[in-house]
């Protein structure tokens, strides 16, 4: 594009009119693509110095302009007062082609990341049951970002944040000692578990003492740390983190760090108490502490439970001061679906408002969920599609057109082929779609 700006200067610097005008500054991207490719809007800033209408001037502009026989500009036209400019797509295409073949690998490659350091934070599973379809869209972003950023030369650190607390973890952890007789799991960890947890929401519909019950077990691992619950916990969350790490290797998506909620509560807890100290927080009739963000034009909310057990945002207020200390960042990127758009402006409003410089370089790279044709997932009710399953279902398929073209090979090759199309194409379909953009999984 760079290119293309300076030879379009060239062009119409030829024209008297521009030759002393300063160009750069008035181009812009058009709203639609039958008005080219690239406009200048300088016709309107000449308007008032030569008396004449900014649509006259670009018409004169036009007529007097001759374009180069091998230029990467086709055609130049005036229209309600803008210059737009048609790229000649083959031409730049030989030259992009000539600079990819020279540079290889290199090709795109930018120093503009040296000396930083930044994490990017995706994928996020709950350690409850395995990842189904949606998780995939924050895994795949996460790690195509984290490899753009490596690319520029960013010190990139890859890191899985791990909701090991909380009432969810809770509830698979009571469905385990009310169903699971210490056994141990059979098969994937991970997709042994999710029946359970299932179990778990079909009984409490049934019998909400349920729910209460593991209000009481979570209370136990946080409050009371009651060795014989954090034992069986702990063992619930790591089978559940075996069984995401078997699904990861398949992908072939790799993370430097894993950091737990539950490392950062007390930290958190910490920054809720200073908080209330400074006015930024205040106890609510229910005795919930409550951060007040309305003269900032957020809603406020709540980051400690009337009971002391904390919430997302209160692990995040301990975690995030430690990830910039410990790593050195310079950038953090929060991988995360735009469900918690609003969580996020609140968790770094907060932040600021404690006095952490360094929340200006906190992003939350927002991306929109995954449903099914039938509507939203639901993990609880058993109603979703899991990666496993997915990949299975393409490497299945895919091995039937490998054995078809290629029946001489071993059958170790023919598996090696179908695994790296069907990673391919299941990257390629997730990443494909615009983040913003609702993906509709069939």
């Given at each position: 594009m760079k290119h293309i700006k300076e030879e379009i200067n060239q062009i119409l610097k030829k024209a008297d009119l521009l030759k002393h005008e300063k160009i750069d500054e008035t181009y812009e991207t058009p709203p639609d693509p039958k008005f080219g490719d690239l406009a200048s809007n300088i016709?309107?800033?000449?308007?008032?110095?030569?008396?004449?209408?900014?649509?006259?001037?670009?018409?004169?502009?036009?007529?007097?302009?001759i374009i180069p026989k091998d230029s990467m500009i086709e055609k130049i036209e005036a229209k309600a007062g803008y210059?737009?400019?048609?790229?000649?797509?083959?031409?730049?295409?030989?030259?992009?082609?000539?600079?990819?073949?020279?540079?290889?690998n290199y090709y795109g490659f930018s120093n503009v990341g040296k000396g930083k350091r930044v994490m990017v934070e995706h994928s996020q599973p709950n350690p409850v049951h395995p990842m189904h379809i949606g998780h995939s869209r924050s895994t795949c972003l996460g790690d195509s970002l984290a490899n753009i950023l490596n690319f520029l030369n960013y010190k990139t650190i890859r890191s899985n944040y791990m909701n090991n607390t909380g009432l969810q973890v809770a509830k698979l952890v009571t469905a385990y000692q009310l169903w699971g007789d210490n056994k141990k799991p059979v098969g994937k960890p991970d997709l042994w578990l999710w029946e359970f947890y299932v179990k778990f929401h079909e009984e409490a519909e049934k019998n909400p003492d349920i729910e209460e019950k593991a209000r009481e077990i979570l209370r136990k691992f946080e409050i009371e740390h009651d060795k014989k619950t954090t034992k069986?916990?702990?063992?619930?969350?790591?089978?559940?983190?075996?069984?995401?790490?078997?699904?990861?290797?398949?992908?072939?998506?790799?993370?430097?760090?894993?950091?737990?909620?539950?490392?950062?509560?007390?930290?958190?807890?910490?920054?809720?108490?200073?908080?209330?100290?400074?006015?930024?927080?205040?106890?609510?009739?229910?005795?919930?502490?409550?951060?007040?963000?309305?003269?900032?034009?957020?809603?406020?909310?709540?980051?400690?439970?009337?009971?002391?057990?904390?919430?997302?945002?209160?692990?995040?207020?301990g975690m995030t001061p430690y990830k910039f200390e410990k790593y050195k960042l310079d950038k953090?990127?929060?991988?995360?679906?735009?469900?918690?758009?609003?969580?996020?402006?609140?968790?770094?409003?907060?932040?600021?408002?404690?006095?952490?410089?360094?929340?200006?370089?906190?992003?939350?790279?927002?991306?929109?969920?995954?449903?099914?044709?039938?509507?939203?997932?639901?993990?609880?009710?058993?109603?979703?599609?899991?990666?496993?399953?997915?990949?299975?279902?393409l490497v299945r398929t895919i091995l039937k057109e490998v054995e078809k073209k290629n029946p001489e090979l071993s059958k170790e090759e023919k598996n090696n082929i179908a695994e790296k199309i069907a990673i391919g194409a299941f990257k390629y379909n997730i990443l494909r779609v615009e983040p913003h953009k609702t993906i509709t999984f069939d």
């Open positions: 016709c309107f800033s000449m308007s008032k110095k030569l008396k004449k209408s900014p649509n006259d001037i670009a018409e004169e502009i036009v007529k007097k302009i210059l737009n400019f048609f790229f000649n797509y083959s031409k730049i295409a030989k030259i992009s082609l000539k600079k990819i073949l020279k540079e290889k069986v916990w702990n063992q619930v969350v790591n089978w559940c983190i075996e069984g995401f790490k078997e699904t990861y290797k398949k992908l072939k998506v790799n993370f430097d760090v894993y950091l737990f909620e539950n490392d950062y509560r007390k930290a958190g807890k910490k920054n809720v108490e200073k908080a209330l100290k400074k006015g930024i927080a205040f106890k609510s009739n229910e005795g919930a502490i409550v951060a007040d963000l309305e003269k900032y034009g957020l809603s406020s909310c709540i980051i400690l439970r009337s009971d002391g057990t904390g919430l997302y945002a209160t692990s995040d207020l953090s990127i929060w991988v995360v679906a735009s469900a918690q758009d609003l969580y996020f402006k609140q968790l770094f409003k907060i932040l600021d408002l404690l006095g952490y410089r360094w929340v200006k370089n906190c992003y939350h790279f927002s991306y929109d969920l995954v449903h099914l044709p039938e509507g939203k997932m639901s993990s609880r009710k058993g109603k979703a599609v899991m990666i496993d399953e997915v990949i299975k279902e």
